[in-house]
Structures are given as structure tokens and as C-alpha cells.
């Protein structure tokens, strides 16, 4: 669904007076949420924010701390804490948001066990270990009562992968193992489900996509890309697939098929950002550079010409790539600052380090890749299940490994 947020907004600031004249609070606090998420969209987050804690004073003053509009508004307040990167202020909001929801629908509802999940990635990211693990462990055992409806077992891998990433981050070894462990059994049922499927219905893609899922997990690419390369043949038109399909063949080295399949897939997606980004992975382009570029240009010049996260830091790895080093260094910055996903400010800082290296600042080089490597190790999710996780984790590693092969050779005079 589009939304016409300059021209709601007028409409949402006249209910607000005529709310205010008439002293309809209850009113008010339904107004003043939708004005804040209007505002929120435009990205002007200060004045959300004021909206949405307004809100939750009249909504506290009439339905008291427990309300579920309550909790909706201490929602708003925390997404917009997050967008300007206040992460403790983020944390506490959504805290006060999640007690109440588990209150009103307990730890059962999916959308408080998601609830519970994003809580804990807020305080993984703040190295808030132990609180992290609390809420990842509770969520864990109730994922695993006989009355949990999950036949995919999908939340449980998910809060696995996190277990992983966490004790990883914590370096606590042994219980990172314990987790890897309960992480490959549960990745080994699916492909073993999925293969059974598959021998029954060998025309189905999407059991192909979701075994090259599971593969990928494992860190079989292999197996991957071959479940992969049938996926589109059976159904060309999913883009996803396509993705996943060029960073495994990247990340694998088999430049051939890597070449062949970026071409095919420009022709089939021209345009796309993420079509021109796997393109950019490695240095010589399978593709002509000014094709990439112009996707590049485009995608950088969208969203009414604000500077969005992957846009930007694509159009930095364009410059990069024909060797327009202080441009390249400026786009990925704005990406960069413009995000706070890590595997975004990974590859941002791996595109800083070597366009710093090829202008001969080798400080500046060895201190954005060192930032990279500690980000890698310490906040890169683990590999999981779903196209966008792995594709992440592919694209860091493999723009990772170009930069420590280059920065660690003969720096240029």
C-alpha cells in the first residue's frame, strides 16, 4: 500500500487543532500517533518523536501504563530513537513496549516472540550480552513446549543463529559450539524434508530455492548453486534466486558461470540496484562498467534524491571500481552513516579501506579494514536461513577477502 504522507500531513496537523480546541484528548492521542508516523516516513524524526510521546501521556493518563495503545505508542518512541541512533533510548522504549504486549498476549503470539527477538538484536548490538542471552534462552525454551505450532521450526532457527552470534560476539566458545551443533541438526532436517519433497514434485521451484537456503547455511554452496541454477530454470522470474545465485558463484571463484550468470541477469533485470551490485563484486566486471554505473547513478539518485544505505554504498563500490577513489570514499561514508544495520557499515568500511589503500593512505586503509574485521567477528549475523541473510553474509566476506589480499600487498607509491 503507497502512502501520500506530504498530503496527509496538513489534513493531520488541522484534526490535531480541532482536537486541541475542542479538548478531545482521547482523540488526540489517535491523531497525534498517525501524525507521528507520517512524520517518521519523512524521516523527520525529532518532531515524530514529540508526536508519539505526547501520545503516550494522554494514553497513560487514560487508560493507564498498561494499555495496548500504550504499548503502540512506546513503540514510536523507540523506532524513532533507533532512526537517530540513540541505542540506549531505543532499548529502554521498546523494553516498556514488549512488557506490556507479553502481558496482553503472552510469549506464545508470534508477533511477541518477533518482539522479543528484535529486543534482543537491540541489546547484542550494544554488547549487552547477558540480557541478550536472557531473552534469547526464554524465547528459545518456549519455541520448544509441545504446544509451540511451529512445524517449520523457523523461529527456532532463528533464535539458534542469533544463540550463535551472541556467545560468538560474548566469546564464550563452548557454548558457541553447543549452538552450531543445534544449528546444523536443524538445517540437516530441513534439506533432508526438502529433499523428500523435491523427489515428489522435482517441478517445484521454490522447494529448490528453499534447499539452496539450506545449504547455504550449512556452507555448502556447492549444493547451493547447483539447487539454485534449477530454481531459475524452472522459474526465471523470481529475482531473489538470481541474487543468491551470483554472490555464491562469486564467493565460490567459478568465474565462468559467475560472468554467464551476471549477464543473463542484467539483461533480464536491467536497472535493478542489486543486479548492478553483484556485478561490482569482483574487479573485472562480467558486465559493461557503464551499464553498472547507470544503475548505480540511478538507484543513488532514488527516494527523492535522499541518500539511502545500499544505494549509496553501491554507487561507492561503482566508483570504486573505476577507480574514482575519493568518490568512492564519500558514498560509502553516506551509506555508511545513513544505516545502522552492521552488514551495511561492513561493506562500506571494506570499500573505504581499499580506495584509501589506492591513494596511498595506508593508516587510514588498515584502520577501516581493522574496523571491518572486528565488525565481521563480532556483529555480522550469523549464516541463516532466508535469501537476504545469506546474501549479506556473502557479499561481506567477499569483498572482505578482495580487501585483505590487497591491503596486505605492496602499497601503490
Known amino acids: 500500500m503507497s502512502h501520500d504522507n506530504v498530503a496527509a500531513e496538513p489534513y ?46 494522554l494514553y497513560r493518563k487514560y487508560e493507564g501504563e498498561e494499555g495496548f495503545r500504550v504499548s503502540s505508542a512506546w513503540l514510536g518512541v523507540a523506532n524513532n530513537l533507533a532512526n537517530k541512533g540513540d541505542l540506549e533510548g531505543w532499548d529502554d522504549a521498546y523494553t516498556h513496549f514488549l512488557n506490556i504486549r507479553r502481558k496482553i498476549l503472552t510469549i506464545k503470539d508470534p508477533t511477541v516472540q518477533n518482539s522479543q527477538l528484535r529486543l534482543a538484536d537491540i541489546r547484542l548490538r550494544r554488547r549487552e550480552y547477558a540480557r541478550a542471552a536472557e531473552l534469547l534462552l526464554e524465547l528459545h525454551n518456549a519455541l520448544k513446549q509441545p504446544d509451540n505450532v511451529d512445524p517449520e521450526r523457523k523461529m527456532e532457527s532463528i533464535v539458534t543463529q542469533r544463540l550463535i552470534k551472541l556467545y560468538k560476539s560474548w566469546g564464550k566458545q563452548q557454548e558457541t559450539e553447543h549452538w552450531r551443533g543445534a544449528w546444523a541438526e536443524l538445517m540437516r532436517d530441513r534439506a533432508a524434508k526438502l529433499s523428500a519433497q523435491i523427489a515428489g514434485k522435482k517441478d517445484d521451484a521454490a522447494l529448490f530455492r528453499a534447499r539452496a537456503g539450506a545449504y547455504s547455511s550449512l556452507g555448502e554452496f556447492d549444493k547451493a548453486s547447483s539447487d539454485l541454477t534449477t530454481a531459475i530454470s524452472l522459474d526465471p522470474l523470481d529475482y531473489e534466486q538470481w541474487l543468491h545465485g551470483a554472490c555464491v558463484l562469486a564467493y565460490l571463484k567459478d568465474t565462468r558461470a559467475f560472468n554467464d550468470h551476471c549477464q543473463s541477469m542484467v539483461d533480464r533485470f536491467k536497472g535493478r540496484r542489486c543486479a548492478a551490485q553483484c556485478c561490482l563484486l569482483v574487479p573485472e566486471s562480467p558486465v559493461e562498467l557503464k551499464v553498472i554505473i547507470d544503475a548505480a547513478d540511478s538507484a543513488a539518485a532514488s527516494e527523492e534524491g535522499s541518500i539511502i544505505g545500499w544505494s549509496a554504498i553501491t554507487k561507492g563500490l561503482a566508483e570504486f571500481r573505476r577507480g574514482r577513489y575519493e568518490q568512492a570514499i564519500d558514498w560509502a ?10 552488514e551495511e557499515k561492513i561493506e562500506a568500511q571494506l570499500i573505504i579501506a581499499m ?8 593508516d587510514q586503509a588498515q584502520a577501516a579494514f581493522a574496523e571491518a574485521a572486528d565488525q565481521i567477528d563480532k556483529d555480522l549475523p550469523h549464516l541463516g536461513t532466508g535469501e537476504n541473510i545469506v546474501v549479506n553474509w556473502l557479499v561481506c566476506h567477499i569483498l572482505f577477502r578482495e580487501a585483505k589480499d590487497l591491503i596486505r600487498a605492496p602499497a601503490p607509491p
Do not use: W
Open 333 to 342: 561514508a553516506k551509506g555508511r552513516d545513513a544505516n545502522h544495520e552492521p
Open 12 to 57: 493531520l496537523r488541522e484534526a490535531l487543532r480541532i482536537c486541541r480546541e475542542r479538548h478531545d484528548e482521547k482523540l488526540a492521542g489517535d491523531v497525534l500517533t498517525d501524525l507521528g508516523t507520517v512524520l517518521r516516513e519523512k524521516q523527520q524524526f525529532t518532531e515524530s518523536l514529540a508526536m508519539y510521546r505526547e501520545a503516550l501521556d
Open 355 to 362: 580506495a584509501n589503500h589506492k591513494l596511498g593512505r595506508n
